[in-house]
C-alpha cells in the first residue's frame, strides 16, 4: 500500500509564512487533505482538493500540489496554529486511504 | 448541524470483542460513504475502514483485515466497527469521519469526539 511522508516537526516564527509538505506517489492521482489536531481534541478539516477551504478556516490557510508533493502553507502563521497538521489521501490502489505521519507546528 | 457521536470504547483483555458505536444526526446518512480513523497514544492518524453509503462496499486497513467489520444501518443513522481477536496495538482513540468526496478530491469532512479502546490484561 502507499504511504505519506511529512517531517515530523517544524517552527516558525510568529507572523510569519510556513509551508508543511507531504509527499507520496499517492498524490499524482488525488489530491491531498489535511487536518489540523489540537492536544485532545478531534482532527479538524483545514485543505481539501486542489485549494479549498471548510467555512470558518481562516484565508491564511492554503494547499497545493505538485507531482508527488502536497503543500500546506499557513501565511501570518498566529499562535493558535500551533498543533499537530495530517495529510491523508486516498491511496494508488483506490480502495484505502492513507495518512502522513503528521506535523508538529510550533509558533516560535 | 452535522454530529457524529462515538461509543463503546473501554478497557477489553487481548483476544477478546468491542462494538464501537458511531450515531450521525444533522445531515443524509444514508448518502455518505464513513471511515473509521484510530490514533494510538502519542501516534498519528491511522484509517481503518471504509463503507459506502448503501453498505455494499467495504474496504480496511491491512492491519485490521480479518478481525474488524465495519457495518451501518442506514434507519438508525449509525455506523459500527465490530472488533474482534483485539491486540495490545489496537490500544486507540478511535475516530468516526463523513466523507466528502468531489471529483478526484476526497477528504473527511466531519468527524466524532473519539472514544478510546484500551487492550490489556
Known amino acids: 500500500s502507499s504511504e505519506l511522508i511529512q517531517d515530523p516537526a517544524v517552527s516558525v516564527a510568529l507572523g510569519q509564512t510556513v509551508r508543511i509538505t507531504c509527499q507520496g506517489d499517492s498524490l499524482r492521482s488525488y489530491y491531498a487533505s489535511w487536518y489540523q489536531q489540537k492536544p485532545g481534541q478531534a482532527p479538524v478539516l483545514v485543505i481539501y482538493g486542489k485549494n479549498n477551504r471548510p467555512s470558518g478556516i481562516p484565508d491564511r490557510f492554503s494547499g497545493s500540489t505538485s507531482g508527488n508533493t502536497a503543500s500546506l502553507t499557513i501565511t501570518g502563521t498566529q499562535a493558535e496554529d500551533e498543533a499537530d497538521y495530517h495529510c491523508?489521501?486516498?491511496?494508488?490502489?483506490?480502495?484505502?486511504?492513507?495518512f502522513g505521519g503528521g506535523t508538529k507546528l510550533t509558533v516560535l | 448541524q452535522v454530529q457524529l457521536v462515538e461509543s463503546g470504547g473501554g478497557v477489553v483483555q487481548p483476544g477478546r470483542s468491542l462494538r464501537l458505536s458511531c450515531a450521525a444526526s444533522g445531515f443524509t446518512f444514508s448518502s455518505y460513504g464513513m471511515h473509521w480513523v484510530r490514533q494510538a497514544p502519542g501516534k498519528g492518524l491511522e484509517w481503518v475502514a471504509v463503507?459506502?453509503?448503501?453498505?455494499?462496499?467495504?474496504y480496511y486497513a491491512d492491519s485490521v483485515k480479518g478481525r474488524f467489520t465495519v457495518s451501518r444501518d442506514n434507519s438508525n443513522n449509525t455506523l459500527y466497527l465490530q472488533m474482534n481477536s483485539l491486540r495490545a496495538e489496537d490500544t486507540a482513540v478511535y475516530y468516526c469521519?463523513?466523507?466528502?468526496?468531489?471529483?478526484?478530491?476526497?477528504?473527511?469532512?466531519?468527524w466524532g469526539q473519539g472514544t478510546l479502546v484500551t487492550v490489556s490484561s
Open positions: 469521519a463523513r466523507e466528502l468526496q468531489i471529483g478526484f478530491a476526497y477528504c473527511f469532512d466531519y
Open positions: 491523508n489521501s486516498r491511496d494508488s490502489s483506490g480502495n484505502h486511504w492513507v
Open positions: 463503507i459506502w453509503y448503501d453498505g455494499r462496499n467495504k
